[in-house]
C-alpha cells in the first residue's frame, strides 16, 4: 500500500511539470506566430510603398 501511494504522488507531480511545460511551448508558439505575422505584414507595407 505504502509504495502504491508514493508511486501516485510521484505520477501526479511528473504529470503537473509535464503539462507546465506544454504551456510555457505552447505560450512561445503563439509569440512566434505573432512574430512571424507581424514581419510579413511589415514586409507586404515595404513592398506597397516601394511600388508606389
Known amino acids: ?3 502504491k501511494k508514493i508511486f ?3 505520477s501526479i ?3 503537473t511539470a509535464a503539462l507546465s511545460s ?4 505552447i505560450r512561445g508558439m503563439g509569440k512566434d506566430a505573432a512574430s512571424t505575422v507581424n514581419a510579413t505584414q511589415s514586409a ?8 508606389r
Request: aromatic share 0%; with cysteine; proline share 0%.
Open 1 to 3: 500500500m505504502h509504495s
Open 8 to 10: 501516485t504522488i510521484a
Open 13 to 15: 507531480v511528473l504529470m
Open 22 to 25: 506544454c504551456g510555457n511551448t
Open 44 to 51: 507586404g507595407h515595404s513592398v506597397a510603398k516601394a511600388a
